[in-house]
């Protein structure tokens, strides 16, 4: 088992382009891969249920089976227990997982696995030293699909080979003064399975983390759903986010009045997200 502490950034439709001429990125080595992914779940979604991800990927000829566990974290930033073994393919292997510690991977759960969605988007990797860190910088650009349902991946995740996490902030700043971008909260399979039943669920706010937490999550279902409802619901957590912290409230009311202008998401937006962010606790259980 491997700890996987990354930093997750939608991207606007000019993301990607602005990403690439970007003077930290523009200079480095680039590794181009075409991943195709088949998540699996029981009908009853027991794994979604516990927070945790099941994969096959296709990479290279190779087939790569992974196992994620619950995450912790929020603006973002998040914290995940990851198995990962080369298998023969086309099917799970069953027996790998059955020797896996986390529940609920027993026998009558494994019986029932069945694919549920796929996953298909091209990764360009960069590696960068950025404040002390190695950090990997891949950003996806592809499709979710679920019952016949599409949604676009566009995203960019920092993840941090060596050094402090401290440093995914500081390379996320550093991007979002010329790049569109925000904090993401979603992972590939929780926006997988929300697709396939075709409803997000927020998570609940209470303290200013999760009050910012339900706030991104807010955003990712609106830039799934094209539904408006959820703009409004993130400016919501964001003005409760404003009257739970005295300190913070100011750059939190700043975003909701943001929010209110249908071409909201701006470097100016995402660099102030990321901002705040960076300053509250992430501590919040992930989908």
């Known amino acids: 088992m491997s700890h996987e502490i990354e930093l997750k950034l939608a991207l606007g439709q000019e993301g990607p382009a602005a990403l690439r001429r970007h003077p930290l990125l523009a200079g480095l080595a680039c590794e181009v891969q075409h ?5 699996f779940d029981t009908p009853q979604g027991d794994l979604e249920g516990a927070r945790m991800a099941l994969r096959l990927r296709r990479l290279n000829g190779r087939v790569l089976q992974t196992v994620k566990t619950r995450g912790a974290g929020g603006g973002g930033l998040s914290r995940r227990g990851e198995w990962e073994w080369e298998v023969p393919g086309p099917g799970l292997d069953l027996a790998g997982l059955a020797g896996l510690p986390p529940a609920p991977l027993g ?3 494994l019986a029932r696995l069945e694919p549920r969605f796929t996953t298909d988007f091209r990764r360009e990797t960069r590696l960068i030293d950025h404040a002390g860190a190695r950090i990997e910088v891949a950003l996806d650009e592809g499709e979710i699909a679920a019952a016949g349902r599409r949604v676009a991946i566009r995203e960019l995740e920092l993840e941090l080979k060596e050094g402090e996490p401290e440093a995914l902030w500081s390379l996320a700043e550093a991007l979002a003064g010329a790049v569109p971008l925000r904090p993401a909260d979603t992972s590939k399979a929780a926006r997988g399975g929300a697709l396939l039943a075709g409803a997000w669920r927020l998570p609940e706010g209470g303290t200013p983390s999760a009050w910012l937490h339900r706030a991104v999550v807010a955003l990712d279902a609106l830039a799934d759903s094209d539904d408006d409802t959820w703009r409004q619901a ?3 957590a964001l003005a409760r986010l404003a009257e739970a ?3 913070r409230g100011d750059a939190a009311r700043g975003l909701a009045e943001a929010l209110g202008d249908p071409a909201w998401l701006t470097p100016a937006f995402g ?3 990321v901002r705040l962010a960076r300053r509250l606790p992430t501590d919040n259980a992930l989908a």
């Not at 991943?35 to 998540?39: A, F, I």
């Open 35 to 39: 991943l195709g992914n088949t998540y």
């Open 107 to 109: 026998d009558e759960v």
């Open 234 to 236: 993130a400016r919501e």
């Open 245 to 247: 912290s005295s300190d």
């Open 271 to 273: 660099l102030a997200m």
